[in-house]
């Protein structure tokens, strides 16, 4: 069976089209710009991209172009052979505590969540209406970035404000990348051949989360009522105390969403830098000796083994650590340095393994008392499994 995995955003929509017998990439791509002049796709097959500018008014021009070519490419010979269409959804809210076939009403309780999510909902929901034009009674499956972390317990989702926030207005942790944290979950079960072990999983990207996994079940995570909370990221602040809105809010003349919008933008790696938001830029810059690169990676070090380290009692001890994501798969460095700081806790890795990039592989030594892993993670795969395994179980 073959499987389109979508992930629409406001302008822009990527697909993995999957052959899921062998769960094998046949072809990927994107459609950028769309509704913004200059608008263009690009399509990976058989070892070759292709590149085009075109005109594409909104999303269902842009899934009109995507199917044509992927029959004119010969990636496949009929619209018959899409078995079905998994789509990326943000926010379920507490609704969702899994993935589900898209009905009206999962379209309608995305537009009803849009304040929760309001760049990714509705573009969610253009991707879902848009596919609903072209392929009209295909089943299509939505899998929440939220849903993973439903299992976590009251006292860990609810923040300690007054209740009525939480009743009345939904403040609480929601928790995100929770898709990538279950294909890291599921990637460990295959690995130790059990799922009854206790897993930090960091992705660390341009955003990040870290989440405690127990028996495959979330028990906590960084990301909060936003994706702006927890550890530091490439553009967003993490965790800061909430007294500096108001006080920078009167010091640079400007209203909380101004100031949340620089928590978001131009914080983080970017921030402290004062350069780049990207991983790659902050190393170099260190290597030319630049104190607040220097700075800046040092933070990012210090927040994510905060929450390793918070996570570890939570857990009562930790099996494994694994990173994933840009950093993580990617900046030997920065998994050196957590590690390091981890020494305490008898986290040992091999340093020659950890120069692999963007790879599977065992970074702990023999004698390190918790196993480390890198492992890619793969949202799109995972959309495509749940997206199987609903149509097969209906
Ligand atoms: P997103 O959250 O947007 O999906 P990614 O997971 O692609 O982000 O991560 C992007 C980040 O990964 C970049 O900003 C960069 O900091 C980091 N990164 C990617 N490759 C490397 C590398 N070789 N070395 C260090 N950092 C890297």
């Excluded at 496949?76 to 507490?94: A, F, N, Y």
């Excluded at 009403?105 to 072209?134: C, M, Q, Y």
């Excluded at 206790?198 to 028996?215: E, P, V």
Aim: charged share 30%.
């Amino acid at each position: 069976m073959k499987i389109i995995s979508i992930n629409a955003g406001s302008s822009s929509l990527k697909f993995t089209l999957f052959e899921m017998d062998n769960e094998e990439v046949i072809s990927s791509g994107v459609f950028e710009r769309i509704g913004i002049e200059g608008s263009k796709y690009t399509i990976k097959y058989n070892g070759e991209k292709i590149e085009q500018e075109i005109e594409l008014k909104d999303h269902t021009d842009a899934v009109k172009v995507l199917l044509e070519k992927l029959i004119d490419l010969n990636i496949i010979k009929s619209l018959d052979e899409i078995g079905g269409v998994g789509h990326r959804l943000v926010h379920g809210k507490d609704k969702y505590s899994k993935s589900v076939i898209i009905t009206d009403e999962v379209i309608e309780d995305l537009e009803n969540f849009r304040k929760f999510a309001p760049l990714h909902n509705p573009a969610n929901v253009l991707g879902i209406k848009a596919f609903k034009e072209a392929l009209g009674d295909v089943a299509m499956v939505g899998v929440f970035d939220t849903a993973f972390h439903q299992t976590m317990e009251k006292e860990a989702y609810l923040y300690p404000v007054p209740y009525k926030w939480y009743e009345e207005y939904g403040v609480r942790k929601y928790g995100f990348h929770g898709t990538s944290h279950r294909y890291i979950a599921s990637s460990v079960k295959q690995i130790l051949g059990r799922e009854d072990f206790k897993l930090i999983s960091c992705h660390i990207g341009n955003g990040g989360s870290i989440c405690a996994i127990d028996n495959m079940k979330c028990v906590d995570t960084s990301m909060g009522f936003t994706p702006l909370a927890g550890i530091m990221m490439g553009t967003r602040s993490g965790d800061i105390d909430p007294s500096i809105i108001p006080y920078v809010m009167e010091k640079e003349g400007k209203n909380a969403s101004e100031v949340v919008e620089d928590l978001n933008k131009v914080s983080g790696l970017l921030g402290l830098s004062e350069y780049s938001s990207d991983m790659r830029d902050i190393l170099e810059k260190i290597d030319n000796q630049d104190e607040k690169a220097l700075l800046a990676k040092k933070k990012y070090v210090r927040r994510v083994v905060d929450y390793i380290a918070q996570y570890y009692v939570l857990l009562g001890g930790v099996d494994v650590i694994c990173f994933t994501a840009g950093v993580g798969e990617n900046s030997v460095p920065v998994r050196k340095e957590i590690c390091e700081a981890l020494a305490c806790l008898g986290v040992k890795i091999d340093l020659e393994l950890n120069n692999k990039r963007g790879e599977l592989v065992k970074l702990s030594t023999d004698d390190s008392k918790i196993l480390v892993y890198v492992i890619p993670t793969d949202e799109e795969l995972m959309i495509a499994r749940d997206t199987m395994n609903l149509i097969q179980n209906r």
